[in-house]
């Protein structure tokens, strides 16, 4: 790690606690000097760190600038953490790391996107530092045809972390989509990597997307597309992470499906289902797959797995 890192690394793990600039130089074995260069290059990045004679370097407890260093003293496992100013694709970067073998809690945030995606191929627009956008690298021992699942427990855990920093109810969309105040705030894209000798799904990569703020969006996405405010961003990414690995182990279990049914804010409406057919429905459950139990006008009843589904003359649609 660099002096510029190990610095904020101090400052993170003190925060709103004031260091010496001496023994900070003390424990990274470096001069006052390289000490005082790695906080100006740190307060020309946005950390908001005071300075005073005689009593050293404060990181404000407010100060909101996604770091790794700032990531990694909040999680509960030693998972590898890389931040980016920008990338295409969280999700693609997520990808090639997946293919070099990294380990499961990976986790890759980008302060902008420029080819962010989510599914059936969209686009998901993510400008700069107006959200969090980030993936996570998941080992689950779970069978491919099972990966919905995944998806699943990402949009609870998501949904849970904005409730607890936020203090606003966040509901579901299934299967992926997050609301709050009656607006998609959260979109969620979750890939698999493949061994191709084995054909076997090894590694699933959960790609989501967080509106803080509709500030920097063009008028027609920001009339259409919702956030959830100022909150700290290291500690909502590390929240999910945390969360998303503690469900990721126990998805044979089936315990989260309860509560996913309770914010699935379609359960019990009339829906409208798109895909190689268009029909009208009513969304009755969400079974043991993650999958959507339809109920047609005729009685009968339709699993979906994949399919578009929007609300009939409902405020969330």
């Not at 996913?260 to 359960?267: G, Q, V």
Request: with cysteine.
């Amino acid at each position: 790690m660099s002096v510029k890192s190990n610095v904020l690394t101090i400052l993170e793990e003190n925060k709103g606690v004031s260091v010496s600039g001496e023994e900070i130089a003390i424990m990274l074995g470096v001069s006052r000097t390289a000490v005082w260069k790695a906080v100006k290059s740190l307060l020309l990045d946005g950390h908001d760190i005071v300075g005073a004679t005689n009593k050293g370097y404060v990181l404000r407890k407010n100060s909101n600038v996604l770091s790794e260093e700032g990531i990694k003293r909040l999680l509960e496992t030693d998972s590898d953490v890389f931040v980016y100013d920008t990338l295409v694709s969280t999700n693609d970067t997520a990808k090639i790391k997946a293919i070099e073998g990294a380990k499961n809690g990976t986790v890759i945030v980008a302060k902008e996107q420029t080819g962010g995606k989510g599914r059936r191929g969209r686009s998901f627009f993510s400008p700069n530092d107006s959200g969090i956008y980030m993936s996570v690298i998941l080992t689950p021992n779970i069978a491919p045809e099972d990966c919905t699942l995944i998806t699943t427990a990402s949009a609870l855990v998501t949904a849970n972390v904005i409730e607890q920093l936020t203090k606003k109810p966040a509901l579901i969309k299934w299967v992926n989509d997050v609301y709050v105040d009656g607006k998609k705030c959260v979109g969620i894209l979750t890939e698999g990597v493949f061994d191709l000798d084995g054909g076997n799904n090894h590694k699933i990569i959960v790609g989501i997307g967080i509106n803080l703020t509709t500030q920097n969006f063009p008028v027609d996405f920001a009339c259409r597309a919702g956030n959830i405010g100022d909150v700290s961003k290291n500690v909502l990414v590390a929240k999910i992470v945390n969360e998303l690995l503690k469900i990721s182990r126990s998805l044979k279990d089936l315990k989260y499906l309860e509560e996913y049914r309770k914010k699935c804010f379609l359960l019990g409406k009339e829906v409208v289902v798109s895909g190689k057919e268009q029909f009208v429905a009513v969304a009755r459950d969400v079974d043991e797959k993650g999958r959507l139990v339809v109920e047609l006008t005729d009685g009968s009843v339709k699993i979906l797995n994949n399919e578009e589904v929007s609300a009939k003359l409902n405020e969330h649609a």
